[in-house]
């Protein structure tokens, strides 16, 4: 794959507890540079970027980041104030607790009501798969389908592991033909950007994406 491919596939991802504006600025003028898929970015930072950019590039965010144990009526109000202060695409992250419960019609609940509220925005759910066994990410895979969502996430980046090929294999046999795939979670080599696409992904969280291959890029466009 070329290395423009890959990057329109990578949500580029700065959502660091610490992140300062300059940070965030390079990372939204790199993504219109290189043109990624998307920005991925701290919640207080939606307006800002939304006002300093405008349509030049798609912002996403997150809810319920990243430990998940908010309820649901918190995560519709965050929801609520990141799509009115302009992301367009949402990370939210499942309730781990109800996961290890097995009260997976309180998952499945929750899922959709963030799907009916985020109108014609897209909802990658997380999972995190470090914390899941394999029954549990097989009965998620169904949930996330079947609750409406665009994507299932394999990782929020702050658990004990991040995304793994054979996950995505999992993935591609149980979540049907509809719902799309999203790795992130420790990609960070070129060949492992391509190894996810390859496997099926159509989006990749990434910090490192573009420093990875826009030397690549540019010695192209210098030849």
């Known amino acids: 794959m070329t290395a423009e491919g890959i990057l329109r596939h990578v949500d580029y991802t700065c959502l660091k507890a610490s992140a300062s504006w300059e940070e965030i600025k390079r990372l939204c003028e790199e993504s219109i540079q290189y043109h990624t898929a998307s920005v991925c970015i701290p919640p207080i930072y939606v307006r800002l970027v939304s006002e300093y ?5 798609v912002i996403g ?17 965050e929801m609520d104030q990141v799509l ?12 781990q607790c109800d996961v290890k419960n097995a009260q997976f019609e309180s998952v499945a609940e929750e899922i959709a009501a963030l799907k009916q509220n985020i109108g014609s925005g897209i909802l990658k759910v997380i999972v995190e798969t470090c914390s899941l066994t394999q029954a549990e990410k097989i009965q998620l895979c169904t949930i996330v389908k079947e609750a409406g969502a665009h994507y299932i996430k394999t990782s929020t980046g702050f658990g004990s592991a991040g995304a793994t090929l054979e996950d995505i294999a999992l993935f591609k046999e149980h979540c049907g033909p509809h719902l799309k795939i999203k790795a992130a979670g420790g990609i960070k080599t070129r060949e492992a950007l391509e190894a996810f696409l390859h496997a099926g992904c159509d989006r990749i969280g990434s910090s490192s994406a573009v420093a990875l291959l826009a030397p690549e890029i540019i010695h192209k466009t210098r030849s």
């Not at 965010?61 to 519709?76: D, E, M, Q």
């Not at 009115?84 to 309730?95: K, S």
Request: proline share 3%.
């Open 53 to 57: 950019y405008g349509k030049s590039l």
């Open 61 to 77: 965010t997150v809810v319920g980041f990243p430990l998940g144990y908010h309820s649901t009526a918190v995560k519709v109000i």
């Open 84 to 95: 009115r202060d302009g992301a367009q695409e949402i990370d939210m992250v499942i309730n």
